[in-house]
T-cell receptor, first 114, second 114 residues
Framework: DQQVKQNSPSLSVQEGRISILNCDYT??????FLWYKKYPAEGPTFLIS?????DKNEDGRFTVFLNKSAKHLSLHIVPSQPGDSAVYFC?????????????FGQGTILTVHP | ETGVTQTPRHLVMGMTNKKSLKCEQH?????MYWYKQSAKKPLELMFV???????ENNSVPSRFSPECPNSSHLFLHLHTLQPEDSALYLC?????????????FGPGTRLTVT
């Protein structure tokens, strides 16, 4: 049973436009959410996170939105740049579980065209 | 060296071989993790070490044997693997006991079992 799902395997966006990556979760115990970016031949790199006490967190061009009632989070990238082309993973953690246990989605490949 | 390093980056081994993967973190963290990423699947947590003690074993077969001699080094000893164990193995570290859950990943070891 996959508790974190990214239903779009890929997304293609024009440079300068907005990229919206989506993630759904089923475990209501999750209370901390993260987004990671992964380039080929590299490990995932932490991008941005959000605690369940918030519904929005912003860092430069990246904003994460959390809708707890819908068990849905999204990552907005504005404006998108070709260097943003990568695989994006969302991950979730439940603070009551053993420390450090992150559950990942299967990833969305973002391609930003010049 | 900075961040999290992993060696070797690529490994090809037969099913009767014994090999080890090495991970080293230079971030002063006290928690380390092994993940497996198979094609088109989410990252799967294998093992968690907090302060050198194993706190999570995610039902991993005994042919994978982790070792954490100190909070900076983590090994994954491999023996009598199966072809389905071919995958990208990622090491990560984090600071346990804080309020955030960010993990920092190494570049991974691409393992092929023949």
């Amino acid at each position: 049973d996959q508790q974190v799902k990214q239903n779009s395997p890929s997304l293609s966006v024009q440079e300068g436009r907005i990229s919206i990556l989506n993630c759904d979760y089923t475990n209501s115990m999750f209370d901390y959410f993260l987004w990671y970016k992964k380039y080929p031949a590299e490990g995932p790199t932490f991008l941005i996170s959000i605690s369940s006490i918030k519904d929005k967190n912003e860092d430069g061009r990246f904003t994460v939105f959390l809708n707890k009632s819908a068990k849905h989070l999204s990552l907005h990238i504005v404006p998108s740049q070709p260097g943003d082309s990568a695989v994006y993973f969302c991950a979730a953690s439940a603070s009551g579980t053993s420390y450090g246990k992150l559950t990942f989605g299967q990833g969305t490949i973002l391609t930003v065209h010049p | 060296e900075t961040g999290v390093t992993q060696t070797p980056r690529h490994l090809v081994m037969g099913m009767t071989n014994k090999k080890s993967l090495k991970c080293e973190q230079h971030l002063g963290h006290n928690a380390m993790y092994w993940y497996k990423q198979s094609a088109k699947k989410p990252l799967e947590l294998m093992f968690v070490y907090n302060f050198k003690e194993q706190t999570e074993n995610n039902s991993v077969p005994s042919r994978f044997s982790p070792e954490c001699p100190n909070s900076s080094h983590l090994f994954l000893h491999l023996h009598t693997l199966q072809p389905e164990d071919s995958a990208l193995y990622l090491c990560a570290s984090s600071q346990a006991g804080g309020t955030s859950y960010e993990q920092y990943f190494g570049p991974g070891t691409r393992l092929t079992v023949t």
